[in-house]
């Protein structure tokens, strides 16, 4: 999961990102909202957790910004010996929970799980099958089965496809992507990403006429969506019981 932290204490942002990393999530520290802010646009996050103050703004001030440009972010406030009525004021402007500083890790990393799953917000887990409606994923393998045939995918396809599918409906940033798929590394071309996404959109069927479309997002990254079949037989045309393509 990838997580945003407004943390001005730098000593405190070391301990609370040494946690959430162990827990296996990426975190991505920010001294202050403005930096935040200035980058949200183009990056795509699933959780922010913040200061009750962000070194240069209250966090209810910035959760109201922060919804302008990212709506329906979840927010975790982290408050020192707070009042009761901090807290409700905190809840009101928006946070969707509030954390005692400093953090103890079982409880944060528990309360987090819990918001994501009411958030309907799923991580890509670490287990050799997967399944997204009608595709399993097989990681062993490194093939996807769908509709009677199963596909071969490069290790890279397979992690740019379990992201786009775990993230169905969201947009992902290119950020997002070069972080899982080639492990943060910046000088991958935009071009070679384009390509993946164009191979993985033709190996598993991602058209309309199958239910799904993948959509690039000029200036940030791809969002994967399952809409209505329009044409029920183009999707019902026989096909063989399986075959395999293999990118070399």
């Known amino acids: 999961m990838r997580i ?8 405190h942002a070391e301990i609370v990102s ?15 909202s403005a930096p935040f802010l200035a980058g949200a646009a183009n990056e795509s996050f ?10 240069d703004a209250a966090a209810e001030d910035v959760i109201q910004r922060v919804r302008h440009v990212l709506p329906g972010l979840p927010v975790i406030v982290l408050m020192t010996a707070p009042r009761e009525s901090e807290l409700v004021a905190t809840l009101q402007a928006g946070a969707d929970d509030c954390l005692s500083k400093p953090v103890r890790g ?12 009411r958030a309907g917000v799923r991580r890509p887990r670490n287990r050799v ?6 595709y399993a994923f097989d990681a062993g393998r490194s093939v ?29 940033s290119r950020a997002h992507i070069l972080e899982t798929v080639w492990s943060r590394r910046r000088d ?16 598993l069927e991602l058209r309309p006429e199958f239910g799904y479309t993948l959509t690039p997002l000029y200036g940030y990254g791809y969002r994967l969506d399952q809409i209505p079949i329009e044409n029920a037989d183009s999707a019902d045309k026989a096909r063989p019981n399986e075959r395999i393509v293999e990118t070399l």
């Open 4 to 11: 945003a932290l407004i943390e001005p204490d730098l000593r």
């Open 18 to 32: 040494r946690l959430l990393l162990a827990g296996g999530h990426a975190c991505h520290h920010f001294p202050a």
């Open 46 to 55: 699933d959780l922010l957790v913040t200061d009750s103050f962000c070194g």
């Open 106 to 117: 079982p409880e944060m990393l528990a309360r987090i799980e819990a918001l994501m799953r």
């Open 129 to 134: 099958r997967e399944m997204f409606g009608e």
């Open 144 to 172: 996807v089965s769908f509709r009677g045939q199963s596909v071969m995918l490069t290790p890279k396809e397979l992690q740019f496809a379990l992201l786009l599918f775990t993230n169905m409906s969201r947009p992902v």
């Open 188 to 203: 991958v071309r935009s071009r070679t990403l384009d390509t993946h996404a164009s191979r993985i959109r033709t190996k």
